[in-house]
């Protein structure tokens, strides 16, 4: 239960489940997404969202080049890339969804995606051995954003893209709270959703140049987005009491609204190109 009038912020947001180290984080996040690796494979939202959409159409097309998918979860956008490109890596902690993601592979046979393990802050490649990176719905988990950035910035070559897509909080903190602990509370693997403002300096910190950048907002079904990630009638209990206590004006900067009786939200996302 949140602590009434203790209004947490980012990667502190729930006493209890909040991560004490990266090997902490590195174990919830393999747990979490270890148990929900088949709802990822069959998520609409991930399979066919409209920021993937965005991503791949903003995204160069280019039959000579070498693309890195960071996080890459059950693959979704590995393989909306992979039509574009001479070949796709795609890189996930979690040895679950990357057996899913495998299966899907094989399932739609294509030849010229592959997928490996290891660490998005500590990437296991060489410098300058891919021409574009994508990561897309899952920075928020990282421990370590800048440090992700410097790996993006080493494994690109000179002039190489890197097409992000996570989820992004308002730049009012009161709602930028709010959302932050409604994310914990739904997957405790969730460390912090930077404003966009944030990544906007984490880019300029990291000498990434923004080429494009913009807002994508996803209206969602509230219990529909905690099935995905598997959470259970206790958390389901705190979180609708999080919003039932929640400042009005924070709920409704989120896009909280009931409809047709369900309750929903805006997804806002951040989407942004930049080059080294
Ligand atoms: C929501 S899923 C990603 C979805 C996927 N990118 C897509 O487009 O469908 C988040 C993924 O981030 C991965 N992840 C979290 N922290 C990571 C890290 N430090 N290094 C690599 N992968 C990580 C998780 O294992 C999980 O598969």
Redesign the pocket.
Known sequence: MLEPGAAPRGAVACKGVTPTSEQDL?RL??RQ?GRQAHN?AVSRS??EGQD?LRLTELMPHDPHLRLL?????????AFAMASHVKEVVG????QE?LDEAERLCRLRGIQHVRFVR????DLPFPTQSFDLVT????PH???DIPRFLRQVTRVLVPGGIFGLVDQTTPESQSAADLMETFEKLRDP?HVHALKLSEWQQAFEDAGLHVRHLELDMEERDVADYLDVAGVGEERRQQIWRLLAQASPAAVAMNGFLERDGRLRFERRRIVALTAG
Do not use: E, K, P
């Open positions: 590195a996040v393999q997404f990822y991930h399979a993937l998918d960071i996080a890459t979860g059950t693959g979704h956008t890189l996930d902690l979690t969804m290891g660490d998005a802050m990561c897309r719905r899952a988990h990282f421990s693997s």
